[in-house]
């Protein structure tokens, strides 16, 4: 399987003609192993158009949504960035390539592992992950200056506002459980402005600020 050809036509095929543009979240693209996040028995679909199952009924999100969603955050080389929801850990290797320190969380202990084995395995050395609730956000390092939520949030989780610092910015898909609309949200002097991109399908995010687990 010739990956390096897959990647450069994820790239020319399913981002730059939906719009994406900004090229430093294109780079990413072109760069990272993402059949390296896959299990490898669906490593043939590793960039193929479509969420594919990364164990405990999740899924690594499809290549365009993890690129709209990078987008959507105008990540600078400065930033402090919160992740919920690590999964395969293909999205956080991208907001390690384009911000300074990425914090991400997960809640299934064998995804973050297996996250964690395959960002090290590719060298990611300003990643801190743990298995917690994200809904709660990560105090200890907070505020942060962008927050990505990768799971379908009901609605914005409270700590995670009050974790984002002041200008900074919120991405997460935002509704019911199986329609939900991308949403950003902009802090600006204690207030939150809120501007929706388009409608999306994620895993539920489940916690103290996410859906119960006795609603599934
Ligand atoms: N960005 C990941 C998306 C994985 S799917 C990828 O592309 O691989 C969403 C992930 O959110 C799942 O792994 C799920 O277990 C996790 N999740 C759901 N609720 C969570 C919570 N409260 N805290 C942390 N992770 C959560």
Not at 3 to 13: C, H, I, P, S
Not at 142 to 152: E, G, L, Q, R, S
Not at 158 to 176: D, I
Not at 195 to 211: M, N, S, T, Y
Request: proline share 6%; aromatic share 8%; glycine share 8%.
């Amino acid at each position: 399987m010739d990956y390096a050809l897959l990647r450069k036509k994820m790239v020319l095929e399913q981002l730059i003609p939906r719009g994406i543009k900004d090229p430093r979240t294109l780079n990413a693209f072109y760069k990272i192993e993402r059949h390296k996040f896959i299990p490898s028995d669906l490593r043939n679909s590793a960039y193929a158009d479509f969420p594919v199952p990364i164990g405990e009924g999740q899924t690594i999100s499809q290549p365009y949504i993890v690129a709209l969603m990078t987008e959507c955050l105008e990540l600078t080389e400065k930033d402090k960035v919160l992740e919920i929801g690590t999964g395969s850990g293909y999205q956080t290797a991208v907001l390690a390539e384009l911000a300074k320190e990425v914090y991400s969380i997960e809640r299934f202990e064998g995804l973050g592992r297996g996250a964690e084995a395959a960002l090290n395995a590719l060298g990611y050395q300003n990643i801190k992950m743990k298995v917690a609730d994200g809904t709660l956000g990560w105090e200890e390092f907070a505020p942060f200056d962008k927050i990505i939520v990768t799971a379908a949030s009901p609605k914005v989780p409270l700590p995670l506002t009050e974790q984002l610092k002041e200008s900074g910015r919120l991405v997460l898909p935002l509704g019911e459980t199986f329609s939900q609309v991308l949403t950003v949200i902009e802090k600006k002097e204690g207030r939150f402005a809120f501007r929706e991109v388009c409608g999306c399908v994620f895993v539920p995010l489940i916690g103290k600020h996410g859906l119960s687990r006795d609603t599934l």
